[in-house]
């Protein structure tokens, strides 16, 4: 079994940055897409951005595109978000997930590991 451990959050002003880390343990996620998903109060989880396992695919919600950038390093099992110019509607709980399948389609037919979220709060 795999699991999904988000660090990083907390509370930052309009404009600030923010780098979430997401550490996997239990076995390796070579082969593995990793995503970014978030939730605001109320809302419907949506999709952030996800990450091939070779690290060269890259995919990114149309409201985070230029200002968050998503990485991993797969010789720590760990995928990052880097967030900059953040808006008070990126506040919400950000989910790291993993699953077998392309960027594009991360999530849609059923992530295979859910991370237990991390809080970000961005401040007006």
């Known amino acids: 079994q795999v699991q999904l451990v988000e660090s990083g959050g907390g509370l930052v002003q309009t404009g600030g940055s923010l780098r979430l880390s997401c550490a996997a343990s239990?076995?390796?996620?070579?082969?593995?897409?990793m995503g970014w998903f978030r939730q605001a109060p109320g809302k419907e989880r949506e999709f952030v951005a996800a990450?091939?396992?070779?690290?060269?695919?890259?995919y990114y919600a149309d409201s985070v595109e230029g200002r968050f950038t998503i990485s991993r390093d797969n010789a720590k099992n760990t995928v990052y978000l880097q967030m900059n110019s953040l808006k008070p509607e990126d506040t919400g709980v950000y989910y790291c997930?993993?699953?077998?399948?392309?960027?594009?389609?991360?999530?849609?037919?059923?992530?295979?590991?859910w991370g237990k979220g991390t809080l970000v709060t961005v401040s007006s």
């Open positions: 997930a993993a699953d077998l399948s392309s960027v594009q389609t991360m999530g849609r037919y059923g992530v295979d590991y």
């Open positions: 239990g076995r390796t996620l070579n082969g593995y897409t």
């Open positions: 990450i091939g396992y070779s690290g060269r695919s890259k």
